[in-house]
């Protein structure tokens, strides 16, 4: 069992892209799923495509939630389920990708969040 990790956007393309790189890094068997935009493609959060991104990468150990900004945060939190499903407060990049390093290393699912809210911390320079 792995924790699985969702993407969300504002724009699907930057949530697929983000997912894409993340799972380049980490590994292209780790869980990690976008869910971005609209259901009719446009610019916004659709709680229905959270919600079905949650049940799609979901293989028992839990899940985390990276949302970018707005109502993607408000849409998140509310499909959080205390112990199985987590909303992580972190850069949407930088968190993708150390989530999706731990969860696909096996973490259980507080380690994933904490490897994402690690990512604060990380510097460039």
């Known amino acids: 069992m792995m924790v699985g990790v969702v993407l969300v956007s504002h724009s699907a393309g930057l949530a697929a892209e983000a997912a894409a ?5 980490a590994g292209e ?3 990690v799923v976008a869910a971005g935009g609209t259901a009719d493609g446009g610019l916004g959060t659709s709680l229905d495509l959270v919600e079905a991104a949650v049940r799609g990468v979901d293989r028992g150990a839990g899940v985390v939630i990276i949302p970018d900004l707005g109502s993607s945060v408000l849409t998140a939190r509310l499909l959080e389920e205390d112990g199985r499903v987590v909303v992580a407060d972190v850069p949407f990049v930088e968190g993708a990708i150390a989530a999706a390093v ?11 969040l904490e490897a994402a809210e690690e990512a604060r911390a990380f510097r460039k320079l």
């Open 21 to 25: 790189l993340a799972r380049g890094i």
């Open 102 to 112: 731990a969860a696909g290393a096996g973490s259980p699912l507080a380690d994933v």
């Open 29 to 31: 068997d780790a869980p």
